[in-house]
């Protein structure tokens, strides 16, 4: 009996001092907002549209697509490697008022990506977007079972080496991955399943539901994994949505690349009605600073454009007057690729080419260029970039554009904290 009271009196001090513990932390933490809200990225509906919450604040994507190849060097070179480039970097995307990168794949080396990422986040307190092309460039095959597998196994490893990084708040499926089951043809593939299929139309609607089940289900692992980050689809424009907006539930986000010149036209509206009550960022938005028709560089129209690009994602904001299921945009991109005219040749790397590479015309200002090809991959950073290194940390020196200062004062002005205040407002 004895023993059995010292047990007992041990478990209840052991228990008591468990409790003041458990307290303690609860008062500290508390204040902070960290107790009762484990959501590193959640939406919330309002009356009047979509907010984005991170870390329990409203949160409105200021971001660039991050992808500094250095000049000489082509996509093989892998960015994750090399974290002294945020050094060069790092204050540059503060100054511009980012708060968000992102990348369309991490490293091989899972380690290299999670200390650059954190690096970012840490030094700069800039977040991280982090995407995975789905294979998009391996042959791809999203009705073969096969090729199912192993792009599951990648993006499941993904998430599991990365998802205990704070500086990730989101994760991106695929990129333009329906273009290869749309006009467009990029990639494509075929079943024999699909062959069977003689209506062009309707081969083309099973591909888009293979697609985006394919989709749905690897959002819906994810979230098992790591419940506390929103899963996105990374679509180019908007075609297929109105099948991705009935199969993909699991997906919380959508990510829209949109390439349609000074306005986004009725992307608002077709969001609104294929996937009602889902909201979306501009994945990818912007111009190119090189004049097709009159053969030069042109830092004007790129800033005009962009301007007034990011004036329409903020009238389609929660707080604006448009539709309210818009929640930021990533510019495309931070700094020129000049390997990307001719992705094979190696001399090429090193020229900075002109020629263009394809061609919209709500672009409209360089349209009546020779053949009407008016968009010049290699020229879409808002920052240029000199075969010259800066020897001090051995980079291609960089050049802001005008477009870099235009943002700058867009995305640092006292209304945008402003912007992100009154979305709290419609939540609280």
């Not at 996105?232 to 907006?245: C, D, P, Q, Y």
């Not at 990307?340 to 590479?357: A, I, L, Q, T, Y």
């Not at 090809?373 to 879409?380: F, G, P, R």
């Not at 945008?416 to 609280?428: I, P, R, T, Y």
Request: glycine share 8%; with cysteine.
């Amino acid at each position: 009996m004895r023993v059995n009271n010292r047990l007992s009196d041990s478990s209840r001090l052991n228990g008591a001092r468990a409790l003041v513990r458990a307290l303690v932390l609860f008062l500290f933490l508390f204040p902070l907002g960290l107790v009762g809200n484990s959501a590193i990225s959640e939406i919330k509906h309002t009356s009047k549209g979509c907010v984005l919450y991170v870390y329990g604040k409203p949160f409105i994507i200021r971001g660039v697509v991050y992808q500094p190849i250095p000049i000489g060097k082509n996509w093989q070179f892998d960015i994750f490697a090399h974290p002294s480039i945020l050094d060069v970097d790092g204050p540059l995307l503060k100054e511009l008022g980012a708060n968000v990168v992102r990348f369309y794949q991490p490293s091989k080396d899972i380690k290299a990506t999670k200390r650059f990422i954190h690096k970012l986040y840490k030094e700069y307190g800039i977040y991280t977007i982090m995407g995975h092309w789905l294979g998009f460039w391996d042959n791809p095959n999203y009705g073969d079972p096969k090729f199912r597998r192993k792009v599951r196994r990648d993006v499941l490893r993904m998430v599991k080496a990365l998802k205990n990084e704070p500086g990730i708040i989101m994760w991106v499926l695929g990129n333009e991955n329906n273009y290869s089951f749309g006009p467009e043809n990029v990639n494509p593939w075929i079943t024999k399943e699909l062959l069977e299929i003689r209506d062009p139309a309707r081969r083309r609607e099973r591909q888009a539901e293979i697609y985006y089940s394919f989709v749905d289900s690897l959002a819906k692992e994810i979230k098992r994994i790591d419940p506390d980050r929103l899963v996105a689809m990374g679509n180019g424009g908007t075609r297929g949505l109105e099948v991705a907006g009935r199969i993909c539930k699991h997906i919380d986000i959508l990510g829209l690349n949109l390439f349609t010149g000074k306005s986004f036209g009725h992307v608002w509206r077709d969001v609104a009605r294929y996937c009602p009550r889902k909201p979306f960022f501009v994945m990818e938005f912007g111009a190119d600073a090189f004049d097709a028709l009159h053969m030069q560089e042109n830092e004007d129209i790129q800033a005009e454009y962009i301007a007034a690009l990011w004036k329409e994602i903020e009238r389609n904001l929660a707080v604006g007057t448009g539709r309210g299921n818009v929640v930021g945009g990533i510019v495309f991109e931070w700094t020129d690729e000049w390997w990307k005219s001719n992705v094979f040749d190696p001399k090429s790397w090193w020229r900075h080419d002109k020629k263009g590479d394809w061609s919209c015309g709500g672009y409209y200002h360089d349209i009546a260029c020779d053949h009407n090809l008016n968009m010049n991959e290699e020229w879409w950073g808002l920052i240029a970039i000199s075969r010259k290194k800066d020897p001090r940390h051995g980079w291609n020196i960089r050049k802001p554009r005008k477009s870099f200062y235009v943002l700058k004062t867009l995305w640092t002005s006292p209304t945008m904290a402003e912007k992100e205040k009154e979305l709290g407002s419609l939540v609280d």
